[in-house]
């Protein structure tokens, strides 16, 4: 009997994708026109009925220059489920021009990903020990990738196309690099006013997440001049997603609830929680090599 052991990259997914702009495309940086730092946490997923069930957390920044045209970020994430683990660190660099009413932005990002897996946390049908294959923890595993996007917003709209990661990685008794195009994103957004302190604010973003198509529809609504947000979301893969979110100042703190609908299946519900603090300063240097 022989076998061959394959795996790819697999990517985080975001309920509050709209608040986490920097998680999907690099040219998303200094669209905020300030220094932003946001942190997310997603947890319990599928409920407690099933062990070990993913969980996410990110840490993410940008910022513009002095030079309107430059702006950079950086997001740091951790993603698990069951005995593959996977963090990276990505920085991106996004330049930007006038368009219209707007800004196109051209994002670049570079960064590393470690593969982690402790398969001693399987359950097998057999006694672990007589499988050496599956009672083993595996070294960490370095991915160097690279991603490229871009991103056109206004006061009213938005709308970005990227490809966050180029290779992906597989192995049988070597690690191996291919170039694939595994996880296009499109996504876009817009913002109507329906009355003096009313906003309805409909987004969608479809991805190709490899052998995966997903579709998620989204709706916020706007109130309290735009401090307090209520929105829905529908997802192809039998979901329904409530959230909310609140903004005091230069803070913004969200939520968002995932409850799995249709047909029957093992899958439970998910929380979403993300913090963000918009600094409204601008980096007052030319360059990031004199901050």
Known sequence: MAGITCWAQYHPQYSQYMFNGLALNPAYAGSNEALSIAVLHRTSQWGKSIENAPMTQTISGDFCMKNPQLAFGLLIFN????PIGQT????????RVKAGEGKLSFG????????HENQTNLILPDDPEK???FNRIMPNTPMPNVGTGVYYFTSKFFAGLSLPHTLTYSWNRDINPKPKVSNVILYGGMVFQAGEDFKIKPSTLLQNAGNVFLVDLNCNFSLLEERFELGVSWRNRSTLVAMAQFRFNMICLGYAYDYPIGKPCAMNTSHEIMLQYNFKIKIKAASPLYL
């Open 79 to 82: 993603d698990k489920i069951g």
């Open 88 to 95: 990276g660190a990505y920085f991106a660099y996004a330049y």
């Open 108 to 115: 670049l990002q570079a960064g590393l990903d470690v593969h």
């Open 131 to 133: 499988d050496n294959l």
